[in-house]
């Protein structure tokens, strides 16, 4: 069996990931410094460690062909976008990235893929809310609107230089955020479409929500079992990136939180409020992967919200359920 490892395997991507590898017939040890929060792990063998110190990357990468890295410090709008976090984003998750990379190389890792992101991409192409530009040689002259998005920049960079030094061969895919069951649905690391999600299940049926902003910013979403099904299929390929792997369709956040309401059956009011909004437009370019690879998402972004407003309103009545009892 080939081994590989996960890095980051009891998130919300990297539990899904490891799952999808051992299915597919892999050996699978996965890094974390904690354990799935919502399902058990698929890994095989499980390091309970933080990937910070180069002894845990040193003992994660020992007998492993492939490595996987999604472990960062992130979160949604409410954790990135404050600014009270930034320290402590760029230097966690480049850590994280310097070790891999250097451990890895040591203990002689074939191939390694990185898990950029969509936040890369500069503030000034983001502006219109109706046509940003979110191609992957859009990237440059750089300004991310983040410093979790600079991080991911310089991490590019830093898999590019490994590869290019020492003849490692990566594969990066910049996520266009994804979202699904078995996600952060509480807590303000939450991504929009949880919280939505966990807001009108949480709402009487006259009731209403919040939004941060005018709710006119726009975003593409995209499903987590066809981010790994990108994941896996530009691992597999002879194409190193970037590459964004998300959805095109766009929706603005009064848009996604109509959607849901509809799944829920629910016609609430919105309440427009103050709070970190990130750029005014964003969405996935997938000209270059369906080039590369032959591949674009297949399934409508209704469906995926169907999928984890079911599974968030399961959540949200588990929690209530334990509160009365």
């Known amino acids: 069996m080939k ?12 539990s899904h990931l490891a799952r999808r590898l051992a299915n597919e017939g892999f050996w699978v040890r996965g890094v974390d410094l904690k354990y799935p929060e919502f399902s058990q792990t698929a890994c095989h063998e499980f390091i309970q460690a933080d990937l ?4 845990v990357a040193h003992k994660a990468v020992e007998g492993i062909e492939d490595v996987y890295q999604l472990a960062a410090d992130m979160g949604g709008a409410g954790y990135i976008f404050t600014g009270d976090h930034d320290a402590d984003v760029m230097h966690n998750s480049a850590s994280i990235n310097l070790n891999i990379l250097e451990e890895g190389r040591k203990a002689g890792v074939k191939r390694l893929f990185y898990s950029s992101s969509a936040c890369i991409y500069p503030a000034y192409n983001q502006e219109d809310p109706d046509n940003p530009v979110c191609s992957e040689a859009s990237a440059y002259p750089a300004a991310p609107d983040s410093e979790y998005g600079w991080e991911k920049l310089f991490s590019e960079r830093l898999y590019a230089s490994y590869s290019r030094n020492y003849g490692l061969e990566v594969h990066v895919a910049r996520f266009h955020n994804i979202f699904g ?10 991504k929009a479409p949880a919280a939505i999600c966990r ?11 919040e939004i941060w902003g ?6 593409s979403f995209l499903f987590v079992d066809e ?6 299929r530009l691992m597999e390929s002879d194409f190193a990136g970037p590459v964004n792997i998300g959805s095109e369709e766009m929706v603005s956040i009064n848009q996604l939180a109509e959607m849901v309401m509809n799944i829920a059956g629910k016609k609430l009011r919105i309440r427009h409020i103050p709070g970190p909004l990130g750029v005014r437009g964003r969405n996935s370019d997938n000209k270059l992967i369906a080039e590369k690879l032959g591949w674009a998402p297949s399934r409508p972004l209704e469906e995926g919200l169907r999928k984890t407003f079911d599974w968030v ?4 009545k ?4 334990s509160m009365v009892a």
């Open 3 to 14: 081994r590989v490892l996960v890095c980051g395997a009891g998130g919300f991507i990297g």
């Open 52 to 55: 910070r110190d180069p002894q």
């Open 181 to 190: 069951p078995d996600g952060t649905w509480e807590g303000g690391k939450e």
């Open 199 to 209: 807001k009108i299940s949480e709402a009487p049926e006259d009731g209403e929500i």
């Open 214 to 219: 005018d709710g006119k910013q726009t975003r």
């Open 227 to 232: 981010c790994v099904e990108g994941v896996r």
């Open 313 to 316: 309103s399961t959540q949200v």
């Open 318 to 321: 588990n929690r209530v359920g």
